[in-house]
T-cell receptor
Framework: AQTVTQSQPEMSVQEAETVTLSCTYD???????LFWYKQPPSRQMILVIR??????QNATENRFSVNFQKAAKSFSLKISDSQLGDAAMYFC????????????FGTGTRLTVIP | KAGVTQTPRYLIKTRGQQVTLSCSPI?????VSWYQQTPGQGLQFLFE???????NKGNFPGRFSGRQFSNSRSEMNVSTLELGDSALYLC?????????????FGQGTRLTVV
């Protein structure tokens, strides 16, 4: 069974500093996608970044980057130059490459940005 | 391009009643998935519809059902509501199952069962 674990219920970061959110997952599949979603108080889930498991290069999107360690089944999110608007719940999610389209989510990390 | 629209945004129902939630996906998207979000259980997958057919179903009782119409709009229904059904229900749309299809979420329907 696929499981996604986020061991940090809450994190805080000073504005303009860097923070790393952790995520581990368990799967017997060899091909899959990993995602980080952000859920601000508006409740809408917004995709932050996506990583294909078959790609060795870590994904980056502006200030957001991931450290994907396939053998360790680890997928951490690094936010650089943190901004007040980054404050939100962050969810790590997994999806198989083909077939079932559903996402498996972690329990989330609440990120607070301190001005 | 309009995003995913969920209606209503808020609902208050009484135990034993039934409720229907609606989701209009992004134009051109044919896949709609539903998720339940609660503080205790987190985000859990309910079901997925593609081209009016249920493709996949999560581990929820038969009181939870859904359907998809020919215009890809989807509804989910919960019958005989229980207090534990109080949750945020999120709908996600994507172009379809397969490689690289990103899921776009609506703002959810907050259901409170009293």
């Amino acid at each position: 069974a696929q499981t996604v674990t986020q061991s940090q219920p809450e994190m805080s970061v000073q504005e303009a500093e860097t923070v790393t959110l952790s995520c581990t997952y368990d799967t017997s599949e060899s091909d899959y996608y990993l995602f980080w979603y952000k859920q601000p108080p508006s409740r809408q889930m917004i995709l932050v970044i996506r990583q294909e498991a078959y790609k060795q290069q870590n994904a980056t999107e502006n200030r957001f980057s991931v450290n994907f360690q396939k053998a360790a089944k680890s997928f951490s999110l690094k936010i650089s130059d943190s901004q007040l608007g980054d404050a939100a719940m962050y969810f790590c999610a997994y999806r198989v490459l083909s077939g079932a389209n559903n996402l498996f989510f972690g329990t989330g990390t609440r990120l607070t940005v301190i001005p | 391009k309009a995003g995913v629209t969920q209606t209503p945004r808020y609902l208050i129902k009484t135990r034993g009643q039934q409720v229907t939630l609606s989701c209009s996906p992004i134009s051109g998207h044919r896949s709609v998935s539903w998720y339940q979000q609660t503080p205790g259980q987190g985000l859990q997958f309910l079901f997925e519809y593609f081209s009016e057919t249920q493709r996949n179903k999560g581990n929820f009782p038969g009181r939870f059902s859904g359907r998809q119409f020919s215009n890809s709009r989807s509804e989910m229904n919960v019958s005989t509501l229980e207090l534990g059904d109080s949750a945020l229900y999120l709908c996600a749309s994507s172009s379809g199952p397969g490689l690289g299809t990103e899921a776009f979420f609506g703002q959810g329907t907050r259901l409170t069962v009293v």
